[in-house]
């Protein structure tokens, strides 16, 4: 087992995330169980101890969040113009952190104060665009709209904000102690409902007749997750210490056979990412204790929904059956966020391609400056274009699949559906695993490295399907046109001979 990752800054993030764990205890029986103090106080409680872990896990680069938070506050303060103050935000908030990448970023994956800035940093745009939005809304111009649905108690829909944020409670919300550090995002509209307690007053629940079950049900599945969160971290300690990027640069790696080559890319590119499911489930947890994940009734179960602000989704990621599946399961909040404030903001430009591939750069920028991003998230943007033109080739396998899944219950179709299920999960991840070799090597020498030693076979095969579909389409075309003209002389020669 590899335990040298548990050593230096790793150790110092661990110990900074499990404090988390005593603050959300003593916010939950204080604040919540007792209902004593006021907003205010609840507001400096979070802020104070948020702070304590910042200034355990920052050191002395720890004024950092504090300039970026005042900068925003005094943007909110005196910038009238919606749209200048989204503008205003993102050149102060994004400028910050570009520079501070520019400026202190290494050669590796840094994890020091430039890791809970980059969360700050969307939080505080985030923050400063709802607010925008509130007053297009009071204004009477048109926010943003969505087509799309969505669940639980603060959908993006109902993310803009009419009054304007107070510096207390924006101190509470980017220190928040569940989440300062590594993330989730979530929107100021649920901290603001969570600190006045107002998210616990539904429809279904109260907190007056509802407590107890609330508490109980918390803490349940508060365990839960935190076991999850210790099960993801012990199988990347483990599995880490056999699978790693960095053996792809080596020479007993290019001694391996082609076909062991792929399955050790494949085993790599899948459980390097059990490292932020861990970490992320245990920050889930503490919001889960601290209540803050509390997403309604569920009404089959009568039990409550503890979901509102994960960010992975581990059944779905283990199992899922395309890209779509992936990215829903994986950092889902953050993916939300650029979905929501960046994805849908370029929705004027009529072509989802140019929203996609802004918001892919985006999030390639957002990361750092190093090349493995970009080739990361690129090649993200033609996995989805390789998923469909596979859909459109084999549509005639796919429906019968769906049509028979729900009625078909014989034993020769289960069968049939699970080596269908299995392939597709196999391809999905082989998809993933590739491109995640330069997320996770970050530079170019290293990368080229890696790369050369698989042959490039992805790239290889992305641009053969392509261009295979490109072919295939213009001979089908020409195939049917030819029919179409065949078609139409026929009519023709028929009214002639009538």
């Not at 400028?95 to 400026?103: A, C, R, T, V």
């Not at 050369?452 to 992805?458: D, F, R």
């Not at 072919?471 to 089908?476: E, G, H, R, Y």
């Amino acid at each position: 087992m590899n335990l040298d990752i548990l050593k230096g800054s790793i150790a110092k993030l661990m110990i900074s995330l499990l404090m988390g764990f005593p603050f959300s205890i003593v916010y939950r029986i204080v604040f919540i169980k007792k209902r004593k103090g006021n907003i205010f106080q609840r507001n400096l409680y979070t802020f104070i101890s948020g702070f304590i872990m910042s200034l355990l896990f920052n050191g002395k680069d720890v004024y950092h969040p504090f300039v970026t938070l005042i900068g925003t506050y005094l943007i909110l303060q005196y910038i009238k113009n919606p749209t200048h103050i989204t503008i205003a935000s993102w050149v102060f908030n994004f400028s910050y952190l570009l520079i501070s990448y520019y400026l202190y970023s290494s050669t590796e994956y840094d994890l020091n104060w430039l890791t809970p800035q980059s969360i700050i940093c969307l939080r505080l745009i985030g923050l400063s665009m709802d607010y925008a939005d509130g007053l297009k809304k009071s204004d009477g111009k048109s926010a943003p709209k969505s087509r799309t649905v969505y669940a639980g108690l603060t959908p993006p829909t109902q993310w803009a904000i009419a009054e304007k944020p107070e510096l207390i409670e924006m101190f509470g919300y980017c220190y928040f102690y569940g989440s300062s550090i590594v993330g989730p995002q979530f929107s100021f509209r649920r901290y603001r409902k969570f600190i006045s307690l107002e998210l616990f007053e539904t429809k279904d629940t109260s907190l007056d007749k509802d407590l107890d079950k609330l508490l109980d049900s918390s803490f349940k599945h508060s365990i839960l997750h935190l076991l999850k969160g210790v099960l993801y971290n012990g199988v990347f300690l483990v599995v880490s210490h056999y699978f790693n990027s960095l053996f792809l640069l080596t020479k007993e790696f290019t001694q391996l056979s082609p076909i062991r080559k792929f399955i050790y890319v494949w085993v790599t590119g899948k459980f390097v990412l059990f490292k932020y499911l861990g970490v992320w489930m245990l920050v889930e947890s503490q919001c889960i204790i601290n209540m803050l994940q509390f997403d309604g009734l569920n009404p089959k179960t009568k039990d409550y929904y503890w979901n509102a602000i994960n960010n992975v989704d581990g059944k779905k990621f283990n199992t899922a059956f395309n890209f779509g599946d992936l990215v829903a399961s994986y950092n889902i909040k953050t993916n939300l966020w650029s979905k929501h404030y960046v994805y849908k903001r370029f929705a004027f430009l009529g072509n989802k391609h140019y929203s996609s591939l802004i918001n892919l750069t985006f999030l390639s920028i957002w990361h750092g400056f190093h090349i493995g991003y970009p080739l990361s998230f690129y090649f993200e943007y033609f996995s989805f274009i390789i998923q469909g033109i596979n859909q459109y080739w084999f549509r005639p396998l796919n429906e019968y699949m769906s049509r028979n899944l729900e009625t078909n219950k014989t034993i020769s179709f289960k069968i049939q559906y699970t080596i269908y299920h299995i392939v597709c999960t196999a391809l999905t991840f082989a998809g993933t695993a590739y491109p995640l070799l330069a997320f996770d090597l970050l530079t170019w020498d290293k990368i080229k490295v890696a790369y050369n030693n698989v042959y490039w076979i992805g790239h290889i095969i992305t641009a053969a399907i392509i261009g295979a579909n490109f072919i295939a389409l213009k001979i089908k075309g020409s195939h049917k046109k030819a029919k179409k003209i065949q078609t139409n002389e026929k009519v023709e020669n028929d009214k002639k001979n009538e």
